[in-house]
């Protein structure tokens, strides 16, 4: 059973937050990456694919359709293993009972 945090209402809106917060920013930053990855893709050449662009009558749509998915693919995969590797479990870890430490140290002799 997963126990969860005694938050206040306040608490647990500003926790919401964050926590979009911190999606955002990896989904933008995965986002990045994959123009940057389209932008190389067509600089370098890769595949003669900058050369066909280049001499295309409309270069927008080529670019379009090479930059979108991989912005989006990229986004997608860096948020979810932000997720994946989120070190959210902290705030859910059960806090030490005192039975625990009465078994502990009931091999101890009273002084």
């Known amino acids: 059973m997963a126990l969860k945090p005694k938050m206040t209402p306040e608490e647990a809106r500003r926790d919401h937050w964050l926590m979009m917060r911190f999606m955002a920013l990896n989904a933008a930053f995965g986002v990045f990456l994959g123009l940057m990855i389209a932008a190389l893709l067509i600089y370098l050449d890769i595949g003669g694919i900058g050369t066909r662009i ?8 080529p670019i379009v359709l090479i930059a979108f998915p991989l912005a989006l693919t990229f986004g ?9 590797l989120m070190p959210y ?9 005192k039975d625990d430490d009465d078994k502990e140290n009931s091999d101890r002799q009273p002084r």
């Open 76 to 84: 997608a995969a860096v948020t979810a293993s932000a997720i994946w």
């Open 54 to 61: 280049l001499h295309a009558s409309n270069p927008i749509l």
């Open 89 to 97: 479990e902290r705030k859910f870890a059960p806090e030490p009972r």
